[in-house]
Structure formats: C-alpha cells, structure tokens
C-alpha cells in the first residue's frame, strides 16, 4: 500500500495542488529547464547592475523623454517576456502554463492583468505613464508567477547575483565618493546633473540607490539565512557606508530606525536564551570600543559631509511635500475621479515649485490618473504584497516595513521604476523560507 501510495504521488507534480484540467497541466516542481533557469538569473543580474546611465553609453534612452517609445522598456523586462514565452513554448500547453502559474499566485496575475488593462486605458486617454505600467507593474508581477515553480538551483544562484551586484555596487559608489568621479552618473535625455555629485554606482540615480540598499541591509539583518553572521555583519558595515555617499536621508533614518530596533529585541532574546560565546562577546567589546574612533576618522575626512549637507539643504525636497497638496484646492472632485486636465496640472506644478515632481506615489497617481485609477492599482499592489509576503519566512515584516516607508518618500511606483522588481527579488531569494529550501535540496538529492 505504500509502494503504491507513493507511486501515485510521483504521478503527480510535487508542490502542485488544485484540481481538474488546471492541476493536470501544471508544471512539476523545481523542473525548469537550462534555458529558463539560466535566464530568470539573467533578468536579476540585469536587473541590478544595468541602469539607465549605462544604457545611455550605448545608445539606449531608457530614463530621457525623448526618443524611441521602446527603449522606455527596461532590458531585463524584455528578456523576462522573452523567457515567459519560451518557457510557455517548451512546456508544450502556453494557455496551460499560464493558467498554472496564475493558479499558483493568482494576485500576480491578477495585478498583471489590472495593469495592461489600465496601460491600454493610459494609451487610449493619452496620458502619461505608458512605459511605468510595464516596467513598474507587469515585471514583478510575472516575475513572481515565472519563480511559482520553485526551482532551488535557480533560486541559489539569484541569491548569489544579488550579493555580488549589490556588494560592487556598495564598492563601486565608495570609489565614486574616494575619487569624486561618478563612473555611471545619472542622465535625462543625455543631460548630466553636474550639481549632484552624489554616487551613482550601478543603480543609477542616488535615490534609486539608497532604497535599494536600505531594503538590503533590512534583508541582511532579518534574513540571508544562508550566509553566516561575521558574513552578514561585514556586508551590512559595506552597505551603510554605501548609504551614507548616497545621500539619502529617509532611506538613512528608516535603516538605523527600523535595524536598531530589530537589533535590541533580537538582542534581548539571545541574553535570555543564555546562549553567550565569549569570543563573540570580546569582538563586540572591541568593535563598541573601536567605534567612536571610526567615527571620529570618518567626520575629519568628510566622509559624512555629503549627508549632513542633505539634512541642511534639502533643494526644497521637504516643502515639496507640503505644496504638493495645494494642488487639490483647484480641481473639482469630479476631475479627481477621473484624472484631471495633465496641461493644467503640469502648470500648477510649476507655479507650485514642484519641478523635481511629486515626492508621493499617491498623490500623484490621483493627480494624473485619477482617484479609481489610483484605486485599483492600490488594491492590486496590496493583495501582490500579501502575496509575495506570504512565500517568505516570518522576518519579512523589517524589510516589508521598511519598503512601505521608502515608497512613499518619492514618486516610486507613480512613475517608470524597477524599485519593486527588485523588492520581490530580495524578498523571495533572501527570505525563502527553510522548509522550501529543504524541499529543494530533497528533490536535488532525489
């Protein structure tokens, strides 16, 4: 009765639930093929180490306003369409796959749907934001459905690439800051802002980078299980410096913020498993010790000058978001709802004094799409975080925390960015929960 028992769960593919023609088109567990595996970590190493500085040098327009409507589209979510088609191809069924993985993470699938539906609206209203939709939107989301199957080998590399591009990334922005040059700075339309000397590294603009790397840290802190902790400490000292020659001040606050706070409470639990190694209580002794020094060192030469500038001189960053709701008094509730005039609202912002933009994804979404646009879209993206949260080990509250503090600092998701593709890569590959990783290894073994 076993033999049999256990021959009738290898007909069916492993980790694969659900019923009828769905469940018997499902691809199996920890199967993709060379192509595929090699190519989803092909999209992540695209992801984090190409930026539109970069793709300026070879003649690829991605962050400007000019030029041709297809390079508004990022390379990496080119090439994961590319890989969701051909797997889709060799699985033998493309309306099978694609009703499997839906199946699997169907709040993905249904925020990839919500947001081509909503582009095509975009496109027919003639409004802005085309490109954001894609890449802001429908990446992460099919890119979540694609990594349904839980392959580990595929997984495991992910992992690896985002160490690696994050820590040359981290170096990289500390030999800009050393050497005053910024290898990669950021360009709109060509044009290059000689008056932000802030690092750029691989990520782009400074913003851009000081997010990712406060969501890294988060995600040192309270996940990379498989890295060791001296691992783990060192890459969190690398990131922080790189955070400081960013310049990002909110980035900065909610990474001490939200890290001290975890670092106390997990503190606490250790003292009271009474589980204290002494040669790890020495190495505090002395790093605690060595720390104002460090400090100290670091203010003579300058290395915070950078970022205490920010808090100083904010280039009006912080009555920008004051302003911003101003904007409101001159529209009439009806045009909220559906998006009020963009000529006139473009004006506004500029009498306003908001020409670095609107420093909210909320508020700018109701003003240039409208408030059921923006509701829609707001729905969506919460049931997507639910989602993606939810395939991580308990830890993701710091990091999920952390992200929903940055998001809402800058325009983030109302405009063309790759910030939440990158967000589900960290979470899913840094927070894989123990139990998949051991099923993985299982299926390896086997």
């Known amino acids: 009765m076993a033999a049999m028992r256990g021959a009738a769960r290898s007909a069916t593919p492993a980790g694969w639930a659900g019923q009828g023609q769905v469940a018997a088109t499902r691809p199996a567990g920890n199967s993709l093929d060379w192509v595929t595996g090699y190519g989803l970590v092909a999209v992540v190493a695209l992801l984090f180490s190409i930026s539109g500085g970069m793709l300026w040098l070879v003649g690829y327009n991605y962050d400007g306003l000019t030029g041709n409507p297809a390079t508004k589209i990022h390379p990496s979510t080119y090439l994961l369409v590319l890989m969701f088609a051909w797997r889709a191809c060799t699985f033998g069924n493309p309306v099978g796959y694609t009703l499997a993985i839906a199946d699997r993470r169907p709040a993905s699938a249904l925020l990839a749907v919500m947001s081509i539906m909503l582009l095509v609206v975009v496109i027919v209203r003639q409004r802005p934001g085309m490109a954001g939709m ?21 997984f495991a590399r992910m992992r690896t690439v985002v160490h690696a591009v994050m820590t040359a990334n981290a170096l990289l922005a500390l030999f800009e ?7 990669f700075p950021y360009r709109l339309d ?14 782009g603009h400074p913003l851009s980078n000081a997010t990712i790397t406060a969501i890294y840290v988060l995600a040192l802190l309270s996940g990379s299980r498989s890295l060791s902790m ?3 400490l060192g890459l969190v000292g690398l990131q922080c410096s790189a955070l400081v020659v960013f310049g990002g001040r909110s980035a900065m606050v909610t990474t001490i913020a939200l890290g001290g706070i975890y670092l106390l409470f997990s ?3 250790y003292l009271r498993r009474g589980r204290i190694s002494l040669p790890g209580a020495a190495l505090a002794v002395v790093l605690c010790s060595l720390l104002p020094v460090v400090l100290a060192m670091l203010f003579s030469y300058g290395f915070f000058d950078a970022l205490l500038e920010r808090f100083v001189s904010d280039s009006g960053s912080a009555n920008a978001r004051v302003e911003m709701f101003e904007l409101f008094k001159h529209f009439e509730l009806r045009d909220l709802i559906v998006g009020p005039d963009i000529d006139l609202i473009e004006s506004l912002r500029r009498i306003n004094g908001l020409e670095q933009g609107i420093e909210n994804p909320i508020i700018r979404l109701v003003l240039y799409q409208g408030a059921f646009f923006t509701l829609l879209l707001f729905l969506g993206f919460v049931l997507f975080m639910h989602e993606v949260a939810r395939r991580c080990h308990p830890g993701i509250w710091l990091t999920m925390l952390g992200w929903l503090i940055l998001l809402n600092t800058s325009e983030s998701l109302a405009s063309k960015t790759t910030l939440m593709t990158k967000f589900v890569v960290i979470a899913l590959v840094l927070y ?7 099923r993985g290894v299982q299926r390896l073994q086997g």
Do not use: C, W, Y
Not at 134 to 154: G, H, N, Q, S
Not at 177 to 183: G, H, M
Not at 190 to 203: I, K, P
């Open 134 to 154: 894609i890449d802001t939107f429908v990446a992460p989301a099919l890119l979540v459905m694609m990594l349904a199957e839980d392959d580990e080998r595929t």
């Open 177 to 183: 800051f050393a050497t005053k040059t910024l290898v």
């Open 190 to 203: 060509g044009e290059v802002f000689m008056n932000d000397l802030r690092s750029t590294a691989l990520q």
């Open 230 to 232: 001296p691992m783990r």
């Open 267 to 269: 503190g606490v639990v």
């Open 432 to 438: 894989r929960p123990a139990r998949a990783m051991g």
